[in-house]
C-alpha cells in the first residue's frame, strides 16, 4: 500500500518542556490515569481468561472505555487518544506474548505496570492533538496548558508525540519522516570491526577509542552514591527502609542525573565516531547481526558462565560489546540515511585470519599483536581483524566462513 511516507526514514525529534509546577502536576495525573487504565485492561483480560477461558477482543474494550469516559469523570479528564493508544500498547504485548509463545519460547505474561514503568503519553496523532507554536516555542497540550519549549530547536513536521519524562524532567518526542539526502561519493571502502582494547578498528589503520568515562565525571557519580548511602537506612538484609523520605527521593534523583549524564558523554561519542565513518566511506563492511551473539552465548553470561570463563571478564566483555552494537546500529542508521552501502559479513575467525595471506591460526594472534605463522604479516590485531572483514565484504559471499573453516583445519 502507498503511504504518504513512500521512501521516507522515521525520524525522532526530542526537545526538552518546561513545564510550570500546575502543568506538570497536570502530566503527573496523566500519567498515573493511562498507567491505571492500562493495568485495568489488563486485569479485565486476565479475569476474562481465567474465570471464562475467552480472550478479550480489544474492540470490546475500546467500546467500554467509551462508556467509561461517560460515566467517569477522572477518564474523561484524560485525552482520549492518550487512552487508545494505551489499548495499542497493551495490545502489542499481548502480540508479542502470543508470537513468543507460538515459537515454543517460555515468554512471561504481561504484567502490570509499577509506576517507576510507566514514564511516557503517547499522541498517535500529535499533529492533531498538539498545537505547535513555533514562533513562541510553546506548545499547546490538552488538559495541560500552553508549555514551554527549548529555545533554538527546530521541529519538522511531525505525526505521532511522546511527552516523556526522565529523571524528574520533561521532554516532547516528535516523530517525523524524512527522506535520505545521500552524501557526495568518497570512493573508498572500509571494513569495522570491534576492538579488544579500543571501542573499534578500521581497516585502514584506525583505531578509535573507547570513551573514558572521565575522571571527574566517575567522581560525581561515586560522591552521589555515598551521598546517597549516608541517608539510606536499611533492614538487615540490605533493603532501603526510607524510600519516602524526602531527602532520600532527592539523592535517589541525584545520583540518577549523574549517571544519565555519563551515558550522554558515551551517547555523544558514538554519535560521533558513526558520523565520521559514514562520511568518510562509500561502503562500510560490519560483522552480520546475531552471529556475534551466538558465539557469545556459547561463551556462558557472567551469572551462568562456560567452561574456563571468568566473571569479571565476561561482565567486561558485555559492557564493550553493549558499546560496539550500539555503535553499529548507529552506524546503520546514518548509513540508510545518507545512501551509503552497509555490507554484512560472517565475521567468525576474522581475529585468526591474516589479512595478507588468508591463513587461519590461532598462534598468530598474540595478545595485540598480529603476527602471521606463515607468511610473517604483521599488524595491530585489531586492524587485520578489520581489514579481513573487509575482503570478506569485497570476495564472493559463499568463499568466507567455508574456507575459513577449511584452513583452519589444515592449521591443527
Ligand atoms: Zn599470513
Known amino acids: 500500500m502507498a503511504s504518504r511516507f513512500d521512501g521516507q526514514l522515521r525520524w525522532l525529534h526530542k526537545v526538552r ?7 506538570e502536576r497536570a502530566l503527573v495525573t496523566m500519567l498515573r490515569g493511562t498507567r ?18 475467552v480472550s478479550m477482543p480489544s474492540r470490546e474494550q475500546y467500546t467500554q472505555l467509551t462508556e467509561l ?4 469523570p477522572r477518564f474523561a479528564a484524560v485525552y482520549r487518544e492518550c487512552q487508545d493508544a494505551v489499548l495499542h500498547r497493551l495490545d502489542l504485548s ?26 511516557q503519553l503517547e499522541y498517535p496523532h500529535g499533529d492533531r492533538a498538539l498545537k505547535l507554536d513555533p514562533a513562541h516555542m510553546r506548545v499547546k497540550v490538552p488538559g495541560v496548558g500552553s508549555v514551554r519549549l527549548r529555545k533554538g530547536r527546530i ?27 545521500p552524501l557526495p561519493a568518497s570512493g573508498s571502502s572500509v571494513g569495522v570491526d570491534r576492538g579488544i582494547r579500543v571501542l573499534a578498528a578500521l581497516s585502514d589503520g584506525t583505531t578509535i577509542e573507547n570513551l573514558r568515562p572521565g575522571s571527574r565525571r566517575k567522581a560525581v557519580v561515586e560522591r552521589h552514591q555515598r551521598a546517597l548511602e549516608a541517608v ?9 527502609l526510607n524510600t519516602k523520605d524526602p531527602g532520600r527521593i532527592a539523592a535517589v534523583r541525584r545520583l540518577a542525573r549523574a549517571k544519565e549524564r555519563e551515558a550522554n558523554a558515551r551517547h555523544d561519542w558514538l554519535h560521533k565516531v558513526s558520523r565520521m565513518i559514514v562520511q568518510r566511506f562509500d561502503r562500510i563492511a560490519l560483522e552480520a547481526l546475531r552471529l556475534r551473539s551466538m558465539t557469545r552465548s556459547a561463551k556462558g553470561t557472567p551469572e551462568q558462565p562456560g567452561v574456563g ?57 598474540e595478545g595485540p599483536l598480529f603476527a602471521c605463522v606463515r607468511c610473517g604479516h604483521e599488524a595491530d590485531a585489531d586492524v587485520n581483524a578489520a581489514q579481513v572483514i573487509l575482503l570478506r565484504a569485497e570476495s564472493p559471499p559463499m568463499s568466507a566462513p567455508g574456507i575459513a573453516r577449511g584452513r583452519q583445519h589444515d592449521a591443527a
Open 94 to 119: 499481548f502480540a508479542a506474548f502470543f508470537r513468543r509463545l507460538k515459537r515454543g519460547e517460555e515468554p512471561g505474561y504481561p504484567r502490570f505496570k509499577p509506576a517507576s514503568r510507566w514514564n
Open 155 to 181: 521541529v519538522p513536521e511531525f505525526g505521532r508525540v511522546f511527552l516523556v519524562t526522565k529523571n524528574g524532567r520533561w521532554y516532547a518526542v516528535f516523530e517525523g519522516h524524512r527522506l535520505p539526502s
Open 232 to 240: 539510606t537506612v536499611k533492614d538487615a538484609i540490605g533493603r532501603p
Open 17 to 23: 518542556l518546561y513545564p510550570t509546577c500546575a502543568q
Open 36 to 53: 491505571e487504565l492500562y493495568n485495568a485492561l489488563l486485569q479485565q483480560r486476565r479475569d476474562a481468561w481465567t474465570t471464562r477461558r
Open 69 to 72: 469516559r461517560e460515566a467517569e
Open 309 to 365: 570463563v571468568r566473571a569479571k571478564a565476561g561482565l567486561n566483555r558485555a559492557l564493550l560489546d553493549a558499546g560496539f552494537g550500539k555503535l553499529a546500529t548507529l552506524i546503520r542508521e546514518k548509513a540508510e540515511y545518507a545512501a551509503r552501502t552497509v555490507i554484512e559479513v560472517d565475521a567468525r575467525y576474522s581475529s585468526q585470519t591474516c589479512a595478507a595471506c588468508g591463513q587461519v591460526c590461532k598462534e598468530s594472534r
